[in-house]
């Protein structure tokens, strides 16, 4: 996954007629299917494993949730922000010893 801005999320089946359709929710949406998805086994071990950005929005769509890449970004953003300066450099440590097993070379 990657990094982002906020969007619109809304439940699915909400016509537009409902003011709440029409209500910008974004992380608390997405909050909610991940609170969700942790209380449903299956779907929190698929979450454990890598997907795709477009994956795990095809998942909250398949489980009645609209969520939108910006706001998985945002979420991103959200979590390293309250990270501090030892474990934002220990994340990207590992990140860089993925990089260099899969660059050849």
Not at 1 to 12: D, E, F, N, P
Not at 53 to 61: D, F, M, Q, T, V
Request: net charge negative; charged share 25%.
């Amino acid at each position: 996954m990657a990094r982002g801005a906020q969007s619109t999320v809304k439940a699915l089946g909400q016509g537009p007629t409902d003011p709440l359709a029409q209500k910008s929710l974004t992380l608390p949406a997405l909050d909610a299917f991940l609170a969700f998805a942790r209380a449903d086994g299956t779907l929190a071990e698929r979450l454990r494993q890598p997907l795709e950005l477009e994956e795990l929005l095809a998942l909250g769509r398949s489980h009645g949730f609209e969520l939108e890449a910006e706001d998985v970004l945002a979420a991103q953003q959200r979590e390293e922000a309250s990270l501090s300066a030892a474990e934002l450099q220990q994340r990207a440590g590992t990140d860089a010893r993925k990089l260099r097993s899969f660059i050849p070379g």
